[in-house]
């Protein structure tokens, strides 16, 4: 009763004051009035609401301290308050992340995501070019099969996920796994920073950038699936750790763009490595002292759990598979030819899918095989593209000839704009609408925005004065991005609905790691026809049938996915209940394992695999 007549007086308190004294408190609940709620007279009620707003301001409201309950609107009609305001909403945040998961977690989160995941993976990705095309003077051709190499490890998700749930190191699923991948990462960092390689030992130095990626993919991997179990454990989260994570993780992104170009074309390609190598071996220390905050097995034993592998053979034996198939693709793309190359893709990919359909829910192998074959039919011959958009005049003399600092820095930023574009997109207009005419659209729209490199590359836009860096941004950095968005995240939603429950980590890990496998035979496909057009990427530079083959591989292969949808999409909305389809894939996998338990032993409570996002597509959230 007294809660009930204080709730009366403060809303009239509210509605009494002129709206613009007030930043948008709309209500303030005591759980235990008894102690807390004060007479219902005006004045009391003012007084409560300033201790509430100086608690506000101190932080103290978080999840963890639920005696104050409050709303507050974002005060744009005071521009002047806006910093204080963010200022106050910020720390609130921290404190109720450090009150429900400890700082040590927090800062082991910020560590991975913004060191590792965020400014690391970037530098590699965008120092990668100037680093064989300015310091090792390889050709583009060699450069996209290094490129190929380097994107491997993301293929590879299964198997590393595979591998820490089944072999703890002295009792820990995570722990040794996540430094071990820091100091190895470190260690080849350290190398390409201090060896000079040239074009005679540069294989050498692809070998080295695929460890530095693989360091990136352990880490990310594991780190995943601790805070996944954590946030199931600490639901009043809501969404704080993910906010956090990708918060971070687009901050290290940023810098990296701001710093590669500018240190690229100022000559300091190969010092500028050094940075690199504290960002992949800092995160050794926080893992090594228990930052990750991991349970520990009982008995604490390195040891090999044969029961989770039989009792989920299928996954396993496919997982396996997929480590042997993608580790071979390296040695292909080292030494192979460019036929051996487009055979190696044709067999791998046709046993893999034909596997996926044996050991797999043919629901579940439907939509695993179109997301495969996505990403293999948008051929991919990013290597000798970013060459021709970076060739110098001696080379194209009236080429684009963009610099390190538009390609590398302004691009980044634009791109990352307009994939959060897509994700606003689909979430506001695509969001009710079916699996299969979402991808429709997305085709469309992705082989629409390849007419943008298509007129570049031919030197169309030349007659129409239409500069390079306009038609650049407009086809490849922004709508070819928001296409991908739109095509990757109703993927997402349609896997999310089709796994069964207590594998959701596997399914999740091994599907993109398919996904990621498709771009990677994607490449190899490429490298053959750079091959067979007898394209040039070094003076006496011969781009004369790249135009050819972008039309071959970004407008008319893309096209056969359209038909696709009808045999491998359901025709269901994103909305729709998928219940039947769920079950049906729940059956398989009971039917099919060695025996009736769930794969957890006592000596294993640790699931460390996770929903797993595709290389490309970091800034998914």
Request: hydrophobic fraction near 45%; charge should be negative; proline fraction near 4%.
């Amino acid at each position: 009763q007294e809660m009930t007549v204080f709730e009366a007086a403060a809303m009239e308190e509210v509605q009494q004051q002129p709206s613009d004294e007030h930043s948008g408190v709309v209500f303030v609940v005591a759980e235990h009035p008894q102690q807390h709620a004060p007479s219902s007279s005006s004045s009391s009620v003012r007084q409560f609401a300033q201790k509430v707003r100086r608690r506000r301001t101190r932080g103290d409201l978080k999840a963890d301290h639920p005696t104050w309950f409050y709303e507050e609107k974002v005060p744009f009609k005071q521009p002047h308050r806006l910093p204080v305001y963010w200022y106050q909403k910020g720390r609130a945040f921290l404190r109720r992340m450090t009150g429900l998961f400890s700082f040590k977690f927090t800062m082991m989160l910020f560590l991975a995501y913004f060191g590792v995941k965020g400014a690391l993976y970037a530098f590699l990705d965008a120092a990668i070019l100037p680093y064989f095309q300015e310091y090792v003077k390889t050709s583009g051709e060699r450069y996209h099969d290094y490129l190929t190499i380097a994107s491997v490890p993301w293929s590879m998700k299964a198997i590393f996920g595979l591998i820490s749930d089944n072999i703890p190191i002295r009792g820990y699923h995570k722990k040794y796994y996540v430094a071990g991948a820091g100091i190895v990462s470190a260690v080849c960092l350290a190398c390409i920073a201090s060896v000079s390689f040239s074009t005679r030992t540069s294989d050498l130095a692809a070998i080295l950038f695929f460890f530095s990626h693989m360091g990136v993919v352990v880490v990310d991997l594991l780190c995943e699936g601790q805070y996944a179990r954590r946030m199931a454990e600490n639901p009043e989260s809501g969404s704080d750790v993910v906010t956090w994570v990708w918060g971070t993780y687009m901050m290290g992104q940023m810098i990296a763009a701001f710093t590669v170009g500018p240190l690229s074309d100022a000559g300091y390609i190969r010092p500028m490595f050094w940075i690199c190598v504290p960002l992949a071996a800092q995160i050794a220390v926080p893992s090594l002292l228990g930052y990750l905050q991991e349970k520990r097995n009982n008995p604490p034993v390195t040891t090999v759990l044969l029961s989770k592998v039989r009792t989920n053979w299928r996954i396993c034996a496919l997982a396996a598979f997929m480590g042997v198939v993608t580790v071979c693709l390296v040695f292909v793309s080292l030494y192979g030819s460019g036929v051996a190359k487009l055979v190696y893709a044709i067999v791998s990919s046709s046993l893999l899918c034909v596997l996926s359909f044996k050991l797999m829910p043919r629901a579940l192998a439907k939509a695993n095989l179109y997301m495969f074959l996505v990403e293999v039919l948008y051929i991919q011959v990013s290597g000798v593209g970013q060459f021709f958009m970076t060739a110098g005049p001696e080379c194209i003399p009236n080429g684009p000839n963009f610099s390190y600092v538009f390609f590398q820095t302004t691009s980044a930023i634009v791109e990352a704009v307009f994939g959060g574009i897509g994700v606003i997109l689909f979430q506001s207009v695509f969001s009710s609408w079916r699996f299969q005419s979402i991808f429709w659209v997305t085709t469309c729209i992705r082989i629409f925005a390849s007419v943008f490199d298509i007129i570049i590359v031919q030197r169309w836009n030349i007659a129409l004065g239409i500069s390079d860096e306009v038609l650049f941004l407009i086809g490849d950095r922004s709508l070819y991005k928001i296409a991908y968005m739109l095509d990757f995240m109703p993927l997402v939603l349609l896997t999310s609905k089709l796994c069964p429950r207590n594998l959701e980590s596997t399914v999740y890990a091994l599907l993109a790691g398919f996904q990621n496998f498709g771009q990677a035979i994607s490449k190899s496909i490429g490298a053959y026809l750079i091959e067979a057009a007898a394209i040039r990427t070094q003076v006496p530079c011969d781009f004369k049938n790249f135009g050819t083959i972008m039309t071959i591989g970004h407008m008319v292969l893309p096209l056969l996915a359209l038909p696709l949808t009808f045999f491998l999409i359901p025709d269901n909305h994103l909305t729709d209940d998928m219940t039947k389809e769920i079950e049906e894939v729940a059956k398989y996998f009971n039917a099919h394992n060695s025996d009736g338990d769930d794969g957890d032993d006592d000596e294993d409570e640790d699931d460390s695999t996770l929903l797993l996002e595709n290389e490309d597509d970091n800034d998914m959230l």
